[in-house]
């Protein structure tokens, strides 16, 4: 039962329970909120002077928002905001092959699933986690670079860059992105953030800046009835293009750093390709202010996410990172901040060593399967057959047009509740007792890889074969 509810949100009873939480992005916001409704005393502390408003979108599939619906004013600022839109494969001379809602919508109508929208803007999103927060009374400590988390037996100890400022909290979760303290400070292990050889060019910025009667101007003119999602593909390189609803605010543009023109770009795809859309070049040619050249690095999977005595715990990008091919990052940071505030909740303050240790394992396998999919949606998107897709647009489900059932339709939650005590006996018995995650694709076998393993795939023409590991239908 509930113990109190403010802003609408109903409160578990209290736990007795301190975690501080480590950076206030996605991760670490959606952890304060859920670890507060599950009783427990929470403190966010972020580096930064305010939220993050880099980023464009971001996609976050039914089960990331799972809980949203208990949260009533968060959940109707989130419905303010929402995107219907098709995804789309258009091939470089403009015409679409082949035309989609993304595979939750039609369970979602149903009402097995809550509706998803399916692109958010990055800032609006972590801003309405954080406002949230701010109306339950959450603090959010901006300004504050953690410099140190000393682990003790029944508690952690929490230095920040400010002098003098000490905290203590039974459970520390570190959701600080891609950021120092890193996976050696914590776990031992040392596991570099490494250049993956990728880099993706993006910008934001409102349609209105296109003129009207341009070429560029066709590909945005039936978007306030229909925002779009296209991708285009050619050899070895993919263009997206989102078509949204224009806030007429500018914001878009507000939100980046300038740091290339975007004629280096043309001329990036002009190599790729000689038959582009003359409207999609024109569309990148007027691209206002200059383009963001974001190198991509990642990290191999790491299977252990706790300090050793499970007081220190790992979230988020902190935990897996992910290539934006994956389309993954902010939906399973999402479905970390769920599942361990149950956990948290199902240990209380003496178990909650074990609770970091239970969520780490209930999630590790899931996050792991979907940071290949990075590397796999990349090489379907780059390597697709074009006259395959407009033969037979039906069967032809390629990169982030296949996602599975098994993703979207899992709810995190009721996963840990269900699964808290079998996979706790599994621990304490070290593995003596049965449990097996079912968080997977169905059927699938966890095979360890790192990205060493997928650069030699790729390097042998070898094709993955992940998506045929398991069920991974709609
Ligand atoms: C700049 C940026 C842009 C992105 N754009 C997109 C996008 O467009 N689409 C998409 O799908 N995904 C995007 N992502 C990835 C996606 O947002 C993340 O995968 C997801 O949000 C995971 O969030 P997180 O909370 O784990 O980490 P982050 O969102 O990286 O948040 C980590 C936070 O921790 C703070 N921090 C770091 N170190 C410390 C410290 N020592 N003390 C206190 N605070 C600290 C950081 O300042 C940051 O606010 C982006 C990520 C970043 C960082």
Redesign the pocket.
Known sequence: MAETVVDRVARHPALNLKVII???????LLSALECWRKGCDVVV????KDI?L??????VPPSGISTFKLYPTMDEQYQKNFYDCTISIWNPEGKCLKRMFPEWRHVAEKGELPRASLLSR?SDFTRMLYDQCIRLGIPVYFS???QEIVEHDDHVVINTNQPGITLTADVCVV???I???STKDITGIDLPVLDSGYAIARMAFPRSSIPKGSLAHQLVENVDTQPEFRVYLSNDIHLIIWLTKDSGDGKAIESWHNLRESAVLVDQLEQKCSSWDPAVIDFMRRIPGQVVDWGLRSRDPVEQWTSAGGRIVM????AHT?L?TA?N??VQ?CEDAISIAECLRQGGKQGAPWSTRVYNKLRFERTSILQQTGFTNREELHYANLDEIARNPEISDIGFFKIGRWVWAHKPEAYAIENYQKCLDYLQTNGSSEFRNTNVPPGHVYRPWSMESEHARMTAGIRSDLKSNGDWSV
């Open positions: 480590v950076g206030a992005g996605v991760g670490g502390l972020e580096k930064n993050s880099l980023g464009d979108f971001v996609t990055r504050q670079a953690v959701a600080n992105g950021g120092y303290p979230l988020g990008d902190a992910f934006p389309g990052g902010a940071a």
